[in-house]
């Protein structure tokens, strides 16, 4: 055992003496060289884990924007597609009410046609220039205003003979267009009635109504079926009754002449609803 020890003890120093220093200088020198390289791959190799890592999650992340980006541009597809689907309904809905709207202006222009055929008729046909008698038209129908003085005697319901021949003209033009209808207005002044047969201006207005559509039927020939009588009394005033000129305003009949477009009337009010949907 001693010798054992004694030998190993004595191996460095034979080692020592085996190798000059120069050459031992030159191992330390190559030991040290090749450490600061293994010190310099070591720093490198970290800096690249790390650059790896950091690469690594930067892949993840656009792997997981790219699948987002995906599942938009889908579903940007899909919004598209809807989106398409939605503007072809609206245009087709727009054309159908470009087509509603047509008919309806259509209709109105019917109409319109047909109301200034009448009051060209009726002017024609009534050709009486006189204050008194005044046709017009007034919401779309036409409406001929007789003074008073021209049909009645004062408080009276008893038609006079110049009326019958204004009334004759009326009736032709009535007679001549059997979809149309009549419709005659009594209308008086707000003075109170003095007479024990009528029992006010309701009454009187009403008289004066039915009066002239009994002779438009049974003097003249005009279908009862076409014949409206009405009486609006003192409620629908031309002019304040304060004066006597305004008063005799008042007092008048009004016939209006109504064409039997219930089928232009009934396509309006259909259109009407279907654009308002």
């Known amino acids: 055992m001693k010798r054992i020890v004694v030998l190993a003890a004595t191996v460095p120093f034979l080692l020592t003496s085996c190798i000059s220093k120069k050459k031992y200088a030159e191992l330390e020198a190559k030991q040290k ?10 720093v490198k190799l970290n800096a690249c884990l790390a650059e790896k890592d950091a690469l690594s999650n930067q892949v993840d992340y656009l792997k997981k924007n790219n699948s987002d980006l995906i599942n938009s541009s889908k579903e940007l597809t899909v919004l598209t597609t809807k ?27 019917k109409k319109d046609s047909v109301t200034l055929a009448l009051v060209t008729s009726l002017k024609r046909e009534v050709g009486i220039d006189d204050p008194d008698i005044k046709i017009n038209v007034e919401k779309g129908v036409v409406m001929i205003s007789i003074a008073d003085n021209l049909l009645f005697k004062s408080g009276s319901y008893e038609v006079g003979t110049r009326a019958k021949e204004v009334l004759g003209k009326v009736a032709k033009v009535i007679n001549s267009k059997p979809d149309f209808e009549c419709m005659v207005e009594g209308h008086t002044d707000n003075v109170p009635i003095k007479n024990t047969v009528l029992l ?6 009403v008289k004066r109504a039915t009066s002239i559509v009994r002779v438009l039927q049974n003097d003249l020939g005009v279908n009862p079926k076409q014949l409206i009588p009405a009486g609006r009394s003192y409620f629908i005033p031309l002019a304040d009754n304060d004066t006597v000129e305004n008063r005799a305003k008042n007092r008048r009949t009004r016939i209006i002449i109504m064409p039997k477009i219930d ?7 259909k259109e009407m609803k279907n654009l308002s949907k």
Do not use: H, V
């Open 200 to 205: 006010d201006n309701w009454d009187l207005s």
């Open 83 to 109: 989106g398409a689907q939605n503007l072809e309904k609206s245009l087709e809905s727009l054309k159908e009410k470009d087509l509603k709207i047509s008919r309806l202006q259509d209709a109105l222009t």
């Open 263 to 269: 089928q232009f009337y009934d396509m309006i009010e």
């Open 33 to 42: 060289e090749t450490q600061d390289l293994l010190n310099s791959a070591t």
